[in-house]
């Protein structure tokens, strides 16, 4: 298994801008999540969804569109890129919502920087 | 809604000294606990997790955490630590929900010889 990738690693966008971050696990997992990573703030959800179809926002959705059309998938949207979004992005997965099942996977993170 | 609070930002310790990196979190019905290892430009891994049982928790690598309910901790420790264990580490609770792990803001915990 590959566990959980994304890409791209690395982004500089320009104010404005839109883009997709690619998130994909081959676990299958129902429950998918983004994370962003600033410093000295941890990680803050910023959407999630609990199996294809169906997602929710999580504590710092703004500015960030998600879907979830496939189990394996879950891209995470910025439509209109602001340097506010500067940060590290994590997808995670986990094969169910139930505590009982819980170990959730990181992905390796994308590092964007709007300018 | 639930929190959790990391004392310490940074840990600067020396090699094979002890090392106790401070978690705590809002009380809850249930409580889900875990600590989570990020080392240098990598993701997260799962260290270790309170889900149920006894209340002291190990992982492969030598940590330790203790769930105490009454002082609404966690915290993590190692007997003797290694300089492959400079990392940040953070704590996480689940939420009441089930729907996501709640953060704390990090210990960057720095092993030097």
């Known amino acids: 298994n590959a566990g959980v990738t994304q890409t791209p690693k690395f982004q500089v966008l320009k104010t404005g801008q839109s883009m997709t971050l690619q998130c994909a696990q081959d676990m299958n997992h129902e429950y998918m999540s983004w994370y962003r990573q600033d410093p000295g703030m941890g990680l803050r959800l910023i959407h999630y969804s609990v199996g294809a179809g169906i997602t929710d926002q999580g504590e710092v959705p703004n500015g960030y569109n998600v879907s979830r059309s496939t189990t394996e998938d879950f891209p995470l949207r910025l439509l209109s890129a602001a340097p506010s979004q500067t940060s590290v992005y994590f997808c995670a997965s986990r094969l169910q919502a139930r505590p009982s099942s819980y170990e959730q996977y990181f992905g390796p993170g994308t590092r964007l920087t709007v300018t | 809604a639930q929190s959790v609070t990391q004392l310490d930002s940074q840990v600067p310790v020396f090699e094979e000294a002890p090392v106790e990196l401070r978690c705590n979190y809002s009380s809850s019905v249930s409580v889900y606990l875990f600590w989570y290892v990020q080392y240098p430009n990598q993701g997260l891994q799962l260290l270790l997790k309170?889900?149920?049982?006894?209340?002291l928790v190990e992982s492969i690598n030598g940590f330790e955490a203790e769930f105490n309910k009454s002082q609404t901790s966690f915290h993590l420790r190692k007997p003797s630590v290694h300089i492959s264990d400079t990392a940040e580490y953070f704590c996480a609770v689940l939420s009441q929900a089930g729907t996501a792990l709640i953060f704390g803001k990090g210990t960057t915990l720095s092993v030097s010889s």
């Open positions: 309170y889900l149920s049982g006894s209340t």
